[in-house]
């Protein structure tokens, strides 16, 4: 989001230097800075105990394979998040996650925040967002996805590439 008027006043912000911000927009009346707002999300590469990853299709996008992504909610934490993600779309249970790196995304009003995850239990397709899901190596993984996305970044990051 990108503040025109003031969250708190509703008063029209002007352009102020602060430090080695540059401009940013101020508040005459509440005296203070208002930053852009944006969303974060979580991405996970979810890993079983064979070192396969697993691929899913949306319903709102059959054509391409995705890994497990979603928005964190208010009071949640990142990998809150991506374990509630993982076991809301997939069925699995997460036993372990590692922290792999962010990216913007969405042309920079969101945030995604990578993770490797080992997940254990027999993965599903119940959810209404997932239409299939398939477990394969990372090589293939790479080759599925699509080119350049975060998505192959994050596999590309996990084989170390």
């Known amino acids: 989001m ?27 009346g509440c005296s203070r800075p208002w930053f ?13 105990t064979s070192n396969e990853v697993l691929l899913q299709r949306e319903s709102r996008r059959p054509e391409m394979e995705v890994l497990v992504a ?3 909610k208010p009071g949640e934490s990142a990998e809150a998040a991506a374990s509630r993600e993982i076991a809301e779309e997939t ?6 996650l590692r922290y792999m790196g962010s990216w913007p995304h969405g042309g920079g009003d969101r945030l995604m925040l990578g993770f490797a995850a ?4 027999r993965a599903n397709t119940d959810s209404s967002e997932i239409i299939s899901a398939r477990w394969t190596t990372l090589d293939e993984a790479v080759a599925a ?17």
């Open 145 to 161: 996805l699509r080119e350049g996305s975060i998505a192959q970044q994050l596999v590309n990051a996990i084989r170390g590439v």
């Open 118 to 121: 080992q997940a254990e239990g």
């Open 2 to 28: 990108h503040y025109t008027h003031c969250p708190a006043c509703g008063q029209l912000l002007t352009a102020r230097p602060l430090g080695d911000e540059g401009l940013v927009p101020w508040c005459d």
């Open 70 to 72: 979603g928005y964190i």
């Open 91 to 96: 069925g699995l249970t997460v036993t372990s």
């Open 36 to 48: 852009d707002s944006f969303s974060t999300c979580i991405i996970a590469a979810v890993m079983n």
